[in-house]
């Protein structure tokens, strides 16, 4: 089955939860209202349709390949990133002034999925080259933006982020790779970083790194660290390509997913240097990278719905044609397809509610993202960017994690054929794997949530957003009905236990904080869990009012009542887990580290 991108859905979002209308009236984004959303979806749409979604397949089955320092990617790749980048795409929400088309992120999350649901492995380069994007915009100096930004709009060239190195991990305080000033003021890079993603490739005619690395005399630890530019190819007057940079790809990974995209081994300096310029100031560069990593870490969020997406999308198309067994109910004589068997519809209504709902919460993160960073009130900028930064783990870990299920859903409505590699469901839960990983751990992303999104101002932003939470419980029953006394009952449950939580975290992060830390993915699960169910609460409110005036728009009643029956789904089969998650977290910090390491 072909990908479909859920435009409709996506629009639904970004009108009536994310409020496009409002984002629009905010500095310099008058022309983005819905019009312009619609517009640039439907482009959107036949691009990733017709152009990235038929070389998915083909990726993981022939992915790229290295040999002697050169990466070839998958045939059809370097072609179509050649229309991606004539289309505007990489330049969708950067500025004007560097040739970007100036979009608010509301639309451009939406667009982002559409490109990872089409194909993910192709869709992580201009991700990494976003992030570098963003660095550059906020730390590089007039002179760098200059040389580099345009190009990195216009999707001429890529970029890369050099994070990690086989003694490192995840833990950046262990990072050795030394850059040494020279007299005309640029450095010599040495080291070798590994798990850079399109570190090398064919689609671009030049790769700007972004690397992590020490001077001379640096502080120990994460405080030491600088963050320099390294292009694959010098860069002359005028952006003219000089000599190739003394840094190489030495090899590239063979992984369990998103074959087609290059993880490559990069050295730096074997030839006496690589030739870099520091962004910003020496020792400041891991502040600097999180720009980079915070507009991942949202983007590889973005990655999970999009994966849930196609496996949703594979999962319905092959219930709906695979006959096997009569219906329970007996209203069918014969075999049936097997969408007709209440667990298959289970399966699938459990896939279809929560990428839904994490697509929800993302599109509300967006339009957070636009006010902080537009609105013209400070003390608006400054809520929004709170309520977006508690969101970014959340919009990370959870639907990374939802994705997993999902996935792994899709495999299951296959029966045997989803563990057959033919039939194409195992590769979203293959490449869906990664998700979980890259960008920071899922606990990583937790660890976060507790130490710098709840303990740090005591719960306050957390509680704020559980107000938030409780007023639309009011509004459902306010609004009356079945479903809405429905939902507004698991909505409350989820909030409390979330307050609940809130207050045992602020409790002992710092008196007792292996009990806080053992319960903080849980926590993320259920804060993610609680933010879509809110936002899939909204969507009820918004679907039972165009269906009682009348008034459904473009949308229509059939998707109003799917949308309300979506809602449902979710508030009695996902929200439900709250309360238990709540209890094993303030119950249970004592069995995850009571046992003797010896007995492990």
Same mark, same amino acid.
Request: aromatic fraction near 8%.
């Given at each position: 089955m072909s990908y479909l991108a859920p435009v409709k859905d996506m629009l639904f979002g970004i009108k009536h939860l994310a409020d496009i209308d409002q984002v629009s009236r905010l500095p310099g984004f008058e022309d983005a209202g819905y019009d312009t959303a619609q517009a640039v979806l439907e482009e959107c749409a036949r691009f990733n349709q017709d152009v990235l979604a038929p070389l998915n397949w083909e990726g993981d089955k022939n992915p790229s390949s290295w040999k002697d320092t050169v990466v070839t990617t998958t045939p059809g790749f370097k072609e179509a990133f050649k229309q991606y980048a004539e289309g505007g795409w990489q330049g969708l929400q950067h500025p004007v002034d560097f040739g970007g088309q100036g979009l608010p992120k509301t639309i451009g999350a939406a667009c982002g999925e559409m490109l990872n649901s089409a194909n993910m492995s192709f869709a992580l380069c201009p991700l990494l080259t976003d992030g570098a994007i963003e660095a550059l915009l906020t730390a590089g100096s007039d002179e760098l933006k200059a040389t580099y930004l345009e190009k990195l709009v216009s999707g001429q060239w890529t970029g890369t982020m050099n994070l990690t190195e086989p003694q490192a991990g995840s833990d950046l305080a262990a990072v050795r790779t030394r850059a040494e000033s020279q007299p005309d003021g640029t450095y010599k890079v040495f080291g070798t970083k590994i798990y850079i993603t399109y570190g090398e490739h064919d689609m671009a005619e030049n790769i700007v790194h972004l690397v992590l690395a020490r001077v001379p005399g640096a502080p120990e630890g994460v405080k030491g660290i600088s963050l320099f530019v390294v292009p694959k190819f010098m860069v002359g007057e005028g952006g003219v390509l000089g000599e190739r940079n003394d840094v190489f790809c030495v090899s590239i990974e063979h992984k369990l997913g998103i074959k087609a995209s290059p993880t490559a081994v990069l050295q730096f300096g074997d030839h006496g240097g690589a030739v870099g310029d520091l962004v910003g100031q020496e020792n400041r560069g891991l502040e600097y990278m999180f720009i980079m990593m915070n507009a991942a870490r949202y983007a590889v969020g973005v990655q999970g719905i999009a994966i849930a997406e196609r496996a949703y999308q594979k999962a319905v198309g092959y219930a709906k044609d695979r006959v096997q067994s009569r219906p329970v109910d007996g209203s069918l004589p014969a075999s049936a397809p097997i969408i007709h068997h209440p667990d298959v519809k289970r399966m699938l209504m459990t896939m279809r509610a929560s990428t839904e709902?994490?697509? %929800?919460?993302? /599109?509300?993160?967006?339009? *957070?993202?636009? @006010? #902080?960073?537009?609105?013209?009130?400070?003390? !608006? &900028?400054?809520?929004?960017?709170?309520?977006?930064?508690?969101?970014?783990?959340?919009?990370?870990?959870?639907?990374?994690?939802?994705?997993?299920?999902?996935?792994?859903?899709?495999?299951?409505?296959?029966?045997?054929?989803?563990?057959?590699?033919?039939?194409?469901?195992?590769?979203?839960?293959?490449?869906?794997?990664?998700?979980?990983?890259?960008?920071?751990?899922?606990?990583?992303?937790?660890?976060?949530?507790?130490?710098?999104?709840?303990?740090?101002?005591?719960?306050?932003?957390?509680?704020?957003?559980?107000?938030?939470?409780?007023?639309?419980? %009011?509004?459902? /029953?306010?609004?009356?009905? *079945?479903?809405? @006394? #429905?939902?507004?009952?698991?909505?409350?449950? !989820? &909030?409390?236990?979330?307050?609940?939580?809130?207050?045992?975290?602020?409790?002992?992060t710092r008196s007792n904080p292996n009990a806080a830390f053992a319960g903080s993915v849980p926590y993320l699960m259920l804060a993610g869990n609680l933010m879509a169910g809110w936002q899939l609460a909204r969507s009820l409110l918004v679907a039972e009012a165009a269906l009682a005036s009348g008034d459904c728009g473009d949308f229509g009643p059939g998707f109003m009542q799917a949308k309300i029956t979506t809602a449902r789904f979710y508030a009695d089969h996902l929200l439900t887990r709250a309360p238990g998650v709540r209890d094993a977290i303030v119950e249970g910090a004592e069995s995850v580290t009571g046992l003797a390491l010896e007995s492990f």
């Open positions: 709902g994490c697509r %929800a919460l993302a /599109l509300t993160a967006a339009a *957070a993202y636009d @006010a #902080a960073h537009h609105h013209p009130d400070a003390d !608006a &900028r400054k809520q929004n960017a709170a309520f977006y930064e508690f969101m970014v783990p959340l919009v990370k870990g959870y639907s990374t994690e939802q994705s997993l299920e999902v996935t792994s859903m899709g495999v299951q409505v296959h029966g045997g054929m989803g563990f057959i590699e033919e039939t194409g469901a195992a590769q979203y839960y293959r490449d869906a794997k990664i998700l979980t990983i890259y960008e920071g751990t899922t606990a990583i992303q937790a660890n976060d949530l507790v130490g710098r999104k709840t303990a740090r101002d005591g719960g306050q932003t957390a509680k704020g957003i559980a107000a938030h939470v409780e007023a639309t419980e %009011a509004e459902l /029953l306010a609004q009356g009905g *079945a479903n809405a @006394a #429905a939902v507004a009952a698991k909505l409350k449950a !989820a &909030r409390l236990a979330f307050v609940d939580v809130v207050e045992f975290i602020v409790a002992n």
